[in-house]
């Protein structure tokens, strides 16, 4: 069966990944509870002692938020255990500005995150898809997010990928626009 790496990218893809992850986990209780088999092949792998990993990779450059790791395991009535070496925190932030996450200090760290995201796609049998979580605005999740994205197709070009998106209101910064700098 075609396995599914999810990434979440900036504050909002790590938020949208805490609600994935623990809806699956709900799915799941609610399966065993009505004694329904469950496959979970397909976005968590088993380890030796039978604990479920989500197969997740979680980036976020903001320093003032907990570890995207801890967020994603905190997000499940069961503890999913998330893989330390699958959550990449930068130091400082991207700013809220799409070009700094893109190529300032996403370029920094891109290498870093395509590693991370290696580990998981080459622990899949067989890697079917890769969804990712990310909001279209921001340093990371707008910048880095698609710097990302635009990496992983051009190694995995024949995998589906889905890219959930967070689209900034009207309102925020200016019109829907984003963020504009002035020289």
Avoid at 23 to 34: Q, T
Wanted: hydrophobic share 35%; with cysteine.
């Amino acid at each position: 069966m075609p396995e599914t790496v999810c990434v979440h990218v900036g504050g909002c893809g790590v938020r949208i990944g805490e609600a994935f992850w623990r809806h699956l986990a709900y799915d799941r209780a609610a399966a065993e509870a009505a004694g329904t088999a469950v496959n979970e092949a397909a976005h968590f792998t088993e380890t030796s002692d039978g604990r479920l990993v989500p197969r997740a990779v979680a980036f976020d450059f903001g320093n003032g938020t907990r570890q995207p790791r801890e967020r994603l395991a905190a997000a499940s009535p069961r503890q999913l255990g998330i893989d330390p070496s699958c959550n990449i925190v930068g130091a400082g932030t991207a700013g809220g500005l799409w070009g700094r996450g893109h190529y300032t200090d996403g370029s920094e760290a891109i290498d870093v995150a395509l590693d991370a995201f290696r580990r998981q796609a080459e622990g899949c049998d067989t890697l079917g898809s890769i969804h990712m979580t990310h909001a279209l605005d921001g340093g990371t999740g707008g910048g880095f997010g698609s710097l990302l994205l635009e990496k992983i197709a051009e190694e995995y070009p024949a995998t589906t990928m889905l890219s959930t998106i967070v689209y900034p209101p009207a309102d925020h910064h200016g019109a829907g626009c984003g963020n504009i700098v002035s020289p």
